[in-house]
């Protein structure tokens, strides 16, 4: 069996787990017998007794050689507890120690926590009673991690359980054995947080003396009131501050104030003396009392992690008396003074009457120094990104274990759910994070955490509208939520009313068959909304269940039932999670999704159980009350298994890690000085505190949480930073505490050398070597031969070509037509978008439609088809093809409206007089440029010809004949087409909207020529097409092309790239610095 120096990712500090990590490999050995994770590698029984791994080293990051790890085999290793501990003689002399208390003091990885457990082990195989032996240590997770190494280092003993605590479960026990001594008439009943939450809620509800709150007496209804109210009885209890010494001092120092809420303290501790009942602070304090009633209720005691102990828990320490009583700590590591915790008792102990102090001093965690590295990049993005691909290489190229690999950041915000998506993406397997982190940053839990905000609170819809539009509640695309909202606030309608009813807003079926009724001509009406029927049923299906969810905004379990059994996106969820293969980050998502369950069902067993409630408590973290598990002795659950744990910087105390990332190593995060300072502060009875001094206190505490943070590695930490765009580095907000740690700042570009880790990066890698034409020929072959063996289609890159050169004009003659010059007059940058570059969008069914129309009538205009309503309608019957619409029902639709208006109303306008010519092309040259199209009709108008043009949208928004472009440019066209000198002259010119019949006539807008206005028109039309010829021969020339501010943009398919607009403005804006002349 290996023993030594730590052989996992587990275990304690500076010394050799004892017991295997969770998740390794069984190999068919038996009942507990498991392959320990040697460095984080699945090994087989066999162990060498030296191992030396030769690390890769990057550019000389590390001056040192290969480390060469120690591992001691003792025979036979046919058990895991046959580990012998290697103690130093500091940690000699701790297991040694006899009797009367024992401070030992270390730094970070000197082996505290290894000593303590080994002291504890050692008493046990010394004689000592087990029930008489405690191990106090800080959090749950911590007691669970300990009681498996304990349990498998005396695993050859049977055992009637062992006293590994928290300080609230040693003092439940003390309190279990004494209540009786303690006047109680049965044994108290321990308040959960929710519970005390729920006391102080109703003894504010049941204030009704004004006079009992002159000061505060406006603030009572306030929950956050109460909140406040309930952290100060808590930590004045643990204070060990009565009522009557907050009353004494907040009268001396003249708080009136302060004498309301001492009143109330007193209230609330006699209301839970007479029900029998205590809270979490109240249990220390009362176990406190009950230990100095009668003898020792332990032979020896252990304490880890003592310089995070509150007033309370040192009073219950001492009281207790044990024949030894040996605490570890470590001043250094004091990080959570904002719970109330000092790092006074450690200051002190040495008072005690026979205290002895010892001080290790050997780093067992990284005897050969911790390699420290900092890197930032240009943009946040680019730093998760980072964030990946470092976690990765570790993994392949340094042989660490995934749960071997943490990546720390400061706390809860915005950019969290950012970096948990990146790992993701990079498929980097990730433990849920903690709790307070986890549950409103996962992804997958988002959706519900919306979708519990808009029912529970109706004033903040206008704000939550888009972000729930387009999560996985609804699903539609941002551009088309954006277009919502933005088309509601201009009808003078909340974008709330989207999801409250179809008749508080009324939504169109479908953006293409909305054009289609519009036609071109109607683009620049007001904005309404419009959606396709997949979207709309997303919609109302989302507006159900929202509905359903609100009618039980009283319980968070059955809103949340609701949201489960109605959202399409459960089901996904759980389709994804319970699929095959490698759906790992399905299963993820459903593993997040049920621990958030887990914190609805406990939240409901709230007195307040309402969304309201839930969510505040969600939204404060973990010491929110009554969203995580209530009683510290409970457990905290398994651990993470083969995966990156991703911690905040309070959760990575206590923790030990190969490698450590820290995210968002920036002013403003380390340090970080915005924390709120509680309503009622203790502080403020002793003495005043000015604002310079609370910020050189809470300076002083970030100090120590980057420190504890930077230690939790054994080999290596990584710091990481995102510039701001357009910011000068040197003036950036990087952390001054990476600095102050010696750590030399990167600027890291992910050099185009480094070594592939996934599919992804090695096409990227090989492409760029192939595309370097000064890369050896040797190299760029290598390349293609390694993309072609990764599947790639050189065909579907894109940047194959070079850039287009500027010797000779790209359009040596100008070949123009209707709808380029339509286009050119609307907006140049949608011009040479759409025309030039070819970039617009596949038309859709509704111009199938338009060009379905038109050729039916040409071919009744040519006789391929009878020249009668049945024959047409049969025609487009025939032609029909359902496929081209996205549901059955609209397919229905604009077949009914062909074949019942539109064919219909064109053979009794036009049907039934032969027309001159139809669909017949001309080309002319005009003002340096070729002009080109296409008549839809030439009809017989007296002694000359009417020139038609057929619409299949309305004409409501259509622009007059005589200002109509398309209309005038057909007009010069018989005028200066030779082909069309028959046609001369022409009397009028005309748009039909086959689609507006309204009681039997078309509408239809028209001009009658006559010799007044008729050269007035000639000389407009000869004048507008010049200017755009000529405007169109500038822009070729400058090749400068500008968006239009008065352009119809409603259904333009590039505005993600117009800067005028939203989505198509600057992601990184250009700082401009004006220098004067």
């Known amino acids: 069996m290996v023993h030594g120096r730590r052989a996992g990712p587990r275990g304690g500090r500076g010394v050799p787990r004892s017991v295997p990590p969770r998740g390794a490999r069984r190999d068919g050995l038996g009942p507990g017998r498991c392959v320990p994770a040697v460095l984080g590698h699945h090994r087989t029984p066999r162990v060498p007794d030296r191992l030396s791994f030769g690390r890769r080293h990057r550019g000389g990051r590390i001056a040192s050689g290969g480390l060469t790890w120690r591992f001691v085999v003792s025979h036979p290793g046919s058990s895991i507890a046959s580990v012998i501990f290697q103690p130093d003689p500091v940690q000699q002399a701790v297991l040694d120690h006899v009797r009367g208390p024992l401070l030992v003091n270390g730094g970070p990885g000197t082996g505290k926590t290894a000593v303590l457990r080994e002291r504890f082990a050692r008493l046990i195989e010394r004689g000592a009673e087990p029930e008489r032996v405690a191990l106090v240590v800080r959090t749950s997770r911590a007691r669970t991690e300990t009681r498996d190494v304990l349990l498998a280092r005396l695993a050859e003993r049977s055992l009637p359980g062992l006293q590994v605590l928290t300080f609230h479960a040693l003092a439940h026990r003390v ?90 303290y007193r209230r609330y501790l006699d209301v839970l003396g007479e029900e029998s009942e205590v809270d979490f602070a109240g249990l220390l304090v009362q176990a406190a009392v009950g230990a100095s009633k009668g003898g020792p209720a332990f032979d020896h005691l252990l304490v880890d992690d003592y310089q995070d102990a509150t007033f309370a828990a040192e009073r219950l320490l001492v009281d207790l008396a044990p024949e030894s009583l040996v605490v570890a700590g470590d001043p250094g590591a004091h990080v959570f003074s904002f719970q109330g915790s000092t790092n006074v008792p450690l200051d002190r102990f040495a008072e005690l009457a026979g205290a002895q102090r010892l001080d290790l001093a050997v780093n067992h965690r990284s005897p050969n120094g911790l390699v420290a590295e900092a890197r930032c990049t240009p943009h946040t993005s680019d730093e998760f990104a980072l964030v990946a691909s470092e976690l990765r290489r570790a993994h392949v190229e340094d042989e660490v274990s995934w749960g071997s690999l943490a990546v720390v950041v400061r706390r809860l915000g915005t950019q969290v759910e950012g970096l948990l998506r990146a790992l993701d993406d990079a498929r980097v397997p990730r433990s849920a994070p903690e709790a307070g982190l986890a549950l409103p940053a996962e992804p997958a839990v988002v959706p519900f955490v919306l979708a519990m905000r808009w029912i529970a609170r109706p004033s903040a819809r206008e704000d939550l509208a888009e972000a729930l539009l387009t999560s996985d509640v609804v699903g539609l695309s941002p551009a088309v939520a954006r277009g919502l909202v933005r088309a509601a606030r201009a009808n003078g309608v909340s974008p709330a009313a989207l999801l409250a009813s179809d008749a508080a807003f009324p939504l169109e079926p479908s953006s293409e068959a909305r054009q289609l009724e519009l036609g071109a001509e109607e683009e620049d009406e007001p904005d309404r909304p419009v959606l396709t029927p997949e979207e709309r049923a997303a919609l109302a299906s989302a507006r159900s269940v929202l509905a359903a969810a609100e009618a039980r905004t009283s319980s968070v379990v059955d809103a949340f039932g ?37 914190a609805v069902t406990r939240a409901s067993e709230r007195p307040d159980a309402s969304v309201e409630a839930f969510l505040l408590a969600l939204e404060g973290g973990p010491d929110a009350p009554g969203l995580w598990p209530d009683l510290p002795w409970t457990g905290a659950g398994a651990g993470a298994g083969e995966a990156v744990h991703v911690l905040t910087a309070h959760g990575a105390a206590g923790r030990e890690f190969d490698t450590v990332v820290v995210v968002g190593a920036e002013e403003g995060s380390f340090p970080s000085l915005s924390r709120p300072e509680p309503m009622f502060d203790l502080g403020i009875l002793e003495r005043d505190v000015s604002q310079s001094e609370r910020n050189r206190l809470r300076l002083e505490d970030e100090r120590r949480l980057f420190d504890v943070v930077a230690s939790r590695a054994r080999r290596r930490v990584l710091f ?51 595309a370097t034409r000064s890369a050896s020929p040797g190299r760029r072959l290598a390349a293609l031969d390694g993309l072609l063996s990764l599947g790639e289609e050189p065909d579907r890159w894109w940047f194959q070509r070079d850039w287009t050169g500027t010797d000779r004009p790209l359009h040596e003659h100008l070949r123009v037509s209707y709808s380029k010059l339509d286009r050119l007059d609307n907006c140049e940058l949608q011009f040479v978008l759409g025309e030039e570059l070819g970039l617009e969008g596949r038309s859709g069914f509704y111009a199938w439609v338009g060009h379905l129309v038109h050729r039916i009538i040409e071919d009744c205009e040519n006789g391929e088809v009878e020249r009668s309503t049945e024959a047409l309608v049969a025609a487009a019957e025939e032609r029909w093809q359902p496929e081209q619409f996205p549901s059955f029902a609209v397919s229905e639709a604009f077949r009914r409206l062909v074949t019942r208006t539109v064919l219909p109303a064109w053979m009794r306008e036009y049907g039934e007089t032969a027309a001159l010519a139809t669909e017949i092309g001309f080309e002319f ?42 209309l005038g440019m057909y007009y010069l066209a018989v005028q200066h087409t030779d082909a069309l000198a028959e046609f001369r002259p022409v009397k009028s010119v005309e748009l039909a909207f086959l689609r507006d019949d309204i009681r039997g006539e078309i509408a239809r807008t028209a001009m009658c020529f006559t010799k007044d206005n008729e050269p007035e028109y000639l000389a407009m039309m000869t004048e507008r097409l010049t200017g755009l010829i000529e405007r169109l021969a500038g822009l070729y020339r400058d090749e400068v092309y500008r968006p239009s501010p008065e352009a119809k943009c409603r259904v333009c398919d590039f505005k993600q790239l117009c800067p005028l607009w939203p989505e198509g403005g600057e992601v990184f804006p250009l700082r401009v610095e004006v220098v004067g002349s």
Do not use: C, H
């Open 175 to 264: 309190l279990g054995q004494r209540w009786d001594a303690l006047g109680y008439p049965e044994a108290p009943v321990v308040l959960s947080s929710a519970d005390q939450a729920g006391r102080v809620r109703d003894l504010l509800d049941g204030e009704d003396d004004p006079a009992a709150w002159p000061v505060y007496g406006t603030m009572l209804p306030l929950r956050g009131f109460a909140d406040q109210l309930r952290q100060f009885v808590l930590r004045a209890q643990e204070a060990l501050l009565t009522p009557e010494d907050v009353s004494a001092r907040a009268e001396a120092r003249g708080l009136a104030g302060w004498l309301e809420v001492a009143a109330f």
């Open 562 to 598: 609701a949201l489960w059994r109605g959202l399409p996106y459960a089901a996904r969820l759980v389709e994804a999670g319970e699929a095959g293969g490698d759906s790992w980050q399905g299963r993820s998502d459903l593993d997040a999704v049920v621990a958030f369950a887990g």
């Open 720 to 770: 990481t930073a995102g510039d701001a765009p357009g910011e000068d580095p040197a003036a950036s907000s990087r952390s001054r505490f990476v600095a102050a740690a010696g750590v030399t700042w990167q600027d890291e570009r992910l050099p185009a050398d480094r070594t592939p880790l996934t599919v992804a990066e090695a096409a990227g890698a090989w492409r760029r070597v192939l």
């Open 925 to 966: 040259e005009f003002a340096g440029a070729t002009v080109r199209g296409f008549i839809d009709r030439i009809g017989a108008a007296g002694e000359g010809s009417q020139i038609t043009d057929y619409k299949t949208g309305k004409a409501r928004n259509a622009a007059k004949a005589e200002e109509n472009l398309q």
